[in-house]
């Protein structure tokens, strides 16, 4: 696996790779909210909280390399222009990370995680037509330096 020194971007960019057109071939995946606004329909991901293992323990990785393990969870919010297209997205996003947790241990260390939510959130004005649900999963990954 090799040294995992970028724990956040290792995720995000793993993420990123499963997500992108495999969710919809129309489906715009963002790695960070963008600063124009989201273009439905899409995925946002953001890192929204974490934790890390006590120090010491498990730090012992490998006879050259000592780790931390760190928790991320990842909010997942699908914006689409009906709630049927919102469902769909949301459904597509949950089994493509799920069937791919295998993969992304193998290749990269991460973990998946029991997701802590799945929601769907009212629309911020009344009228909006744009729909949008709000995921959050935790991913677990153990950061590495050489000892």
Not at 26 to 38: A, C, K, L, R
Not at 59 to 88: C, K, N, W
Not at 104 to 133: C, F, H, M, N, W
């Amino acid at each position: 696996m090799g040294y995992q020194d970028k724990p956040t971007a290792a995720i995000r960019a793993a993420l990123k790779e499963v997500l992108t057109n495999n969710v919809g071939s129309d489906v715009t995946v963002y790695d960070y909210f963008p600063t124009e606004g989201v273009r439905e329909p899409c995925v946002v991901m953001q890192n929204i909280y974490g934790t890390s293992s006590e120090t010491a323990l498990g730090e012992i990785v490998g006879a050259a390399e000592r780790g931390h393990g760190i928790m991320l969870g990842f909010q997942f919010d699908v914006y689409a222009s009906t709630p049927t297209s919102r469902d769909q997205i949301a459904d597509k996003l949950l089994l493509r990370i799920w069937s791919e947790r295998h993969s992304l241990k193998t290749a990269s260390g991460i973990e998946l995680l029991t997701a802590r939510r799945i929601q769907d959130v009212p629309a911020g004005e009344a009228g909006e037509r744009l729909y949008r649900k709000s995921i959050d999963i935790p991913f677990k990954i153990t950061m590495t330096k050489a000892a």
